[in-house]
């Protein structure tokens, strides 16, 4: 291929950027004609045996066919995010905006880490995140910044909340001197059920996972804020140094939400550092009917929120949100070549110093585009149709009697668990459920999550789907009994 038609920019490329795009389109709707199953069910040794010719051969052989390889080998062996009995993690369908401002931000490849390198980008992500602050309450003087996702978000926010408690206590600068004598003492509060980005956190800020304290939860999963103030009680016996608790909206497993404004109560008493994890319940704040869950996230000194989970937005996309804009102050850097201060008495916008990628992808991009299609209540159609099949989906898993209902869902995660005959014993019902999953995968009929509940192996449907229907959810269940039989009839036992 020719430079020429390799780039945009000269009539040559122009005319093949609209052509190969286009086969790209077909090449995505093709993969979706293809059988309507949510996954091929080829096992990683049929698909590694796919890839056996040289990844870089001496020549090329075309965009073309490069494309039709990629149908072939990739496309039709992926998983169907779009497909409605695709139903397992928090891995959304993308909407159409997304995508289309997905391939916008691409082409024009600007990057958010200085204004020269994305003016209208860097002005646009700035009303994004103002746009966020304001659906989320956040005060006048709150900022945020894109992050690749919640990882990213929440070790953000300890990063922060951090190097704002080392100086305020030990007078230590850990930006430029690392961290004070007094590091081991320092800790973290989340709940038992928290997403474990918090220990990794810990550990990737030089405090170790054992800086992080899980609180117990209640019968439905929130933290507890009775058992809140005992550890936090036990922690001033042990002269430990508690600088950050960490709230969350939306648990990986069950959707439950921690009671946020006793949370937002016993921060304030004891000058800890309130970050909401909302990757996956931030998208309530668009809902009528299901705001009022996240009720007292207003209140936090910061929110992780991600847009790649029930904002139906195409990976990677996620924000920071800071209620106090000048904490962003401790890991502020300057550049020369990027943002030289001179640039900030001028008042240059300058993202680079408020995230901690250098280069960065226009993922604003996708919810403007998202929220300028749909609105605010387009959005909360999509949230709460999404939310309310879940609900259906628990009563028919509560109705059946093969099927055993593990709790009511908070959000559109439905765990339950495959229990056919009663009485049969949780070790064996472990082993069932695992194996289930597993022929589940093989079968491609439905693609659907296992967790550990208690100790025994479950399943779980995450429902992300709008335009799922409680027959799919049926079709689904189905999916579970006949994998169930094959299972037992190659363990020759009745199932
Ligand atoms: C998904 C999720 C994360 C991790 O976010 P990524 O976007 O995968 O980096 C963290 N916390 C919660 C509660 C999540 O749902």
């Known amino acids: 291929m020719s430079a020429d038609e390799l780039f945009l920019g000269s009539d040559g490329g122009d005319a093949a950027y609209r052509e190969a795009m286009g086969r790209a389109v077909d090449a995505v709707l093709d993969s979706f004609a ?9 096992s990683p040794d049929a698909l590694a045996a796919q890839f056996d010719d040289p990844v870089v051969p001496e020549d090329g052989r075309g965009l073309d066919a490069a494309i039709d390889e990629v149908s072939e080998r990739v496309l039709a062996h992926s998983v169907g995010t779009s497909n409605p009995r695709c139903a397992a993690h928090l891995q959304c369908p993308p909407m159409i905006p997304g995508l289309v401002a997905e391939a916008l931000l691409t082409a024009t490849n600007q990057s958010l880490d200085s204004f020269d390198q994305a003016p209208a980008a860097t002005v646009l992500e700035e009303r994004v995140v103002g746009a966020l602050c304001d659906l989320f309450g956040l005060p006048s003087g709150a900022d945020g910044v894109f992050t690749s996702g919640g990882t990213q978000s929440n070790f953000q926010a300890l990063l922060l909340a951090r190097d704002r408690h080392c100086d305020r206590r030990f007078g230590r600068n850990v930006q430029a001197d690392g961290l004070p004598a007094d590091a081991e003492s320092l800790r973290i509060l989340c709940s038992e059920e928290a997403h474990f980005t918090g220990k990794q956190a810990a550990h990737h800020l ?15 999963r929130r933290m507890d804020p009775d058992a809140l103030d005992s550890t936090l009680a036990e922690l001033d016996d042990r002269d430990a140094d508690p ?17 946020l404004a006793a949370l937002a109560d016993r921060a304030a008493e004891r000058d800890l550092w309130f970050h909401v994890d909302a990757a996956y319940g931030g998208a309530l704040a668009v809902s009528d009917d299901h705001g009022h869950l996240i009720d007292g996230i207003e209140r936090a000194d910061s929110v992780a929120v991600d847009f790649h989970k029930l904002f139906y937005q195409p990976i990677s996309c996620g924000a920071f949100l800071l209620r106090d804009g000048d904490d962003f102050e ?11 201060e001179e640039h900030d008495e001028a008042g240059v916008p300058n993202l680079v110093a408020k995230s901690v990628q250098t280069t960065r992808r226009f993922d604003a991009l996708k919810p403007y585009v998202a929220f300028r299609a749909l609105g605010r209540s387009g959005l909360a159609t999509l949230v709460d149709r999404t939310l309310e099949l879940a609900d259906e989906a628990a009563e028919l898993v509560a109705a059946a009697d093969d099927f055993e209902l593990l709790a009511e869902p908070t959000l559109n995660a439905v765990v339950f668990r495959y229990r056919p005959r009663e009485g049969m014993d949780d070790a064996a019902v472990s082993r069932l459920n695992a194996a289930v999953r597993s022929e589940l995968l093989r079968d491609g009929r439905a ?19 709008p335009t799922a229907t409680l027959d799919d959810v049926a079709a689904m269940l189905d999916a579970v009994r006949d994998c169930g039989s094959d ?3 190659e ?5």
């Open 34 to 42: 293809d059988g309507d199953d949510p996954y091929s069910g080829a």
């Open 206 to 220: 030089g405090l170790g996972e054992r800086a992080v304290v899980t609180v117990p939860t209640d019968d439905d």
């Open 243 to 259: 600088f950050a608790l960490v709230g969350t909206a939306g648990t990986t497993d069950f959707g439950s939400v921690d009671p």
């Open 330 to 340: 401790w890991m502020a850097r300057n550049a020369a070549y990027l943002n030289p």
């Open 447 to 465: 693609v659907v999550a296992r967790t550990d509940v208690g100790g025994v192996t479950s399943l779980k449907f995450t429902l992300l789907n």
């Open 487 to 489: 299972v037992a009839a």
């Open 491 to 495: 363990r020759g036992v009745a199932a």
